[in-house]
C-alpha cells in the first residue's frame, strides 16, 4: 500500500481559503481550569452552530482568541517564552483530548481545536506519532458520537490534519468506516463536508490500495450524481462542492482515469447548471483535470502517424499524445464554458460573476488544448519572444523553493493540502515530505 501511495503522489503524469494558524495562548493551568468549569451564560445565549470568522475562533465561554495568540507561543521572542513552549501546550491538549471522563464536550471541541492549529503550524510528527495509541480513538470517539456539531467538526479537521502530519500508511483502515457512516449519516450539512474533506484527506494520503481508492471516488460520484440526495444532503450546494473537490484530489493519484472518464464527465457536466458557484467552479476544474489526464508523454518507441492530429507540444518540448475521448459532445462543452466565462447575467452576484469569468476562461482553454494548464497565457515574453505558457501560478516556499502551478493536478493537491493545512501549508512542505512530495517544486533562480 505504501508503494502505491508514494507512486500517486511522486506521479507527475496525473497531484483555499486565506487563513492565519492560530492557537490558544493560555498557560497549562487555565486550559484545564477552563476545560472543568460549567459555560458562562454568554456561552449559553449565543448560538452554538454559530461559524467563526477567517479573524477569530470562539471558544466555549464566549471569548475569542486572537489571531495574534499564536505568535505567544510559535513566533514569541520574548525571553520568557521557551522556544518549545508549544510542545507543552500540544501535549497538555492531547492530554485533554484523551481524558474524556474529566472533560466536557465544550471542553474537548476548544481542546481539539487548539491542537489542530498547533499541528498545522508546526510540523509536530514526532510528539504525536506516540500519543495515537490514545489520542486516535479519541478523536473518532468524538466523531462518532457527535455530542454536538462543534465537536465533531472540530474533532474531524484534527482528523485530516492528524493523517497529513503522520505520513502513515495504515491509517486509512482505521478511520475509513467511521468516517464513510459520518458522511452518510450525519443530520449536520457541516459536520458531512467536513466528514468528506477528512475522508478523501485519508484515502489519499493514509494508505489506500487501488481498488480502495476507486470505491471512494465512486462514493464521492454518487453524492455528485445525486446532488447529495444519496447521502440525505438534497441540494446541498456546499456538500456537493466538497465532494466534487475530493473526487478530483483522489483522481490526481490514478494513472490511467479512462475507465472511470465516461460516468464522471457527464456528472460534471451536468454540475455546470447548478446554481451555486463553488458546484461550477469544483465541476470544471473536474473537467479541466479530465482532459489533462486523457493525454501522456509520448514514449521513446511510439511512433505516430504523420496524420495524426492528437499530438502537442508543451513548452519543454515533451511530446504529449490523446489517449483517449473525455467527452462526444465537446462543441456543446466549450459553447457551455464560454457562456460561464462571459456571464453578465444580473441574477448572478458581482462576485459569482467574477470568480466564473476568472475560473472558466482557464478551465475552457484546457479543455480546447489540454496541455495547458491553468493561468496559461499566450502572450509574448519580450525578452525571449515566447509565450509565457504556464506557471503563472506560483506559491512561494521560501527563499530559494517556489512550487508552479502549471498543472491542474498540482492545483487540486495544493487546494487539499491548503483546505487541511491552512496557512500552515508552506511550514509543511519545508518540513514534512507527505506535502512536498505531493507538488514538485523548482529553485528560484538568483538575480
Request: negative net charge; aromatic residues 6%; hydrophobic residues 35%.
Amino acid at each position: 500500500m505504501h508503494d502505491l501511495r508514494r507512486q500517486a503522489l511522486e506521479s507527475g503524469k496525473t497531484v483555499s481559503r486565506k487563513a492565519r494558524s492560530r492557537v490558544v495562548s493560555t498557560t497549562s493551568s487555565k486550559a484545564n481550569s477552563r476545560l472543568n468549569s460549567p459555560a458562562q451564560s454568554r456561552a449559553a445565549s449565543r448560538n452554538p452552530s454559530r461559524q467563526g470568522s477567517d479573524d477569530e475562533e470562539y471558544l466555549s465561554d464566549g471569548t475569542a482568541w486572537s489571531t495574534n495568540s499564536i505568535d505567544d507561543i510559535l513566533n514569541s521572542d520574548d525571553a520568557d517564552v521557551p522556544a518549545d513552549a508549544w510542545k507543552q501546550e500540544l501535549h497538555t491538549r492531547i492530554e485533554q483530548i484523551v481524558d474524556r471522563k474529566r472533560s466536557s464536550t465544550d471542553g474537548r471541541a476548544d481542546s481539539l481545536n487548539a491542537y489542530t492549529h498547533i499541528i498545522m503550524a508546526r510540523y509536530a510528527k514526532d510528539d504525536i506519532e506516540n500519543c495515537m495509541t490514545e489520542l486516535l480513538p479519541s478523536i473518532l470517539r468524538s466523531i462518532k458520537s457527535e455530542t454536538t456539531e462543534r465537536e465533531a467538526v472540530t474533532a474531524l479537521k484534527a482528523l485530516a490534519a492528524t493523517i497529513v502530519t503522520l505520513d502513515s500508511d495504515d491509517i486509512y483502515d482505521s478511520v475509513a468506516d467511521t468516517l464513510k457512516r459520518t458522511v452518510s449519516n450525519s443530520e449536520s450539512t457541516h459536520t458531512k463536508i467536513s466528514a468528506i474533506h477528512a475522508y478523501g484527506t485519508a484515502a489519499f494520503f493514509g494508505g489506500t490500495s487501488e481498488e480502495e481508492l476507486e470505491d471512494v471516488m465512486n462514493f464521492f460520484l454518487e453524492i455528485i450524481e445525486s446532488d447529495g440526495l444519496s447521502i440525505d444532503a438534497h441540494d446541498e450546494g456546499s456538500v456537493v462542492t466538497a465532494a466534487l473537490e475530493e473526487w478530483g484530489l483522489l483522481a490526481t493519484g490514478v494513472d490511467d482515469l479512462e475507465e472511470a472518464t465516461e460516468a464522471a464527465i457527464e456528472a460534471f457536466v451536468e454540475q455546470l447548471q447548478s446554481s451555486d458557484s463553488g458546484v461550477q467552479v469544483a465541476a470544471g476544474e473536474n473537467i479541466a483535470l479530465l482532459y489533462e489526464k486523457s493525454y501522456t508523454e509520448l514514449e521513446d518507441d511510439e511512433v505516430l502517424s504523420e496524420e495524426s492530429d492528437d499530438e502537442e507540444e508543451t513548452r519543454h518540448g515533451a511530446k504529449m499524445v490523446k489517449r483517449y475521448n473525455v467527452y462526444r459532445r465537446q462543441d456543446q462543452l466549450l459553447h457551455d464554458l464560454d457562456e460561464l466565462a462571459n456571464i453578465s447575467s444580473r441574477r448572478v452576484s458581482k462576485k459569482d460573476r467574477k470568480t466564473l469569468h476568472s475560473n472558466f476562461a482557464d478551465i475552457r482553454n484546457s479543455v480546447e488544448k489540454p496541455t495547458r494548464g491553468p493561468k496559461y497565457s499566450t502572450a509574448l515574453d519580450q525578452d525571449t519572444g515566447m509565450t509565457y505558457g504556464g506557471g503563472r501560478m506560483k506559491v512561494k516556499i521560501n527563499r530559494n523553493v517556489e512550487v508552479r502551478i502549471d498543472k491542474w493536478w498540482k492545483l487540486q493537491r495544493l487546494n487539499a493540502l491548503r483546505r487541511v493545512l491552512q496557512a500552515g501549508f508552506t511550514h509543511h512542505f519545508d518540513e514534512n515530505e507527505a506535502v512536498s512530495r505531493c507538488l514538485p517544486f523548482s529553485m528560484l533562480s538568483k538575480r
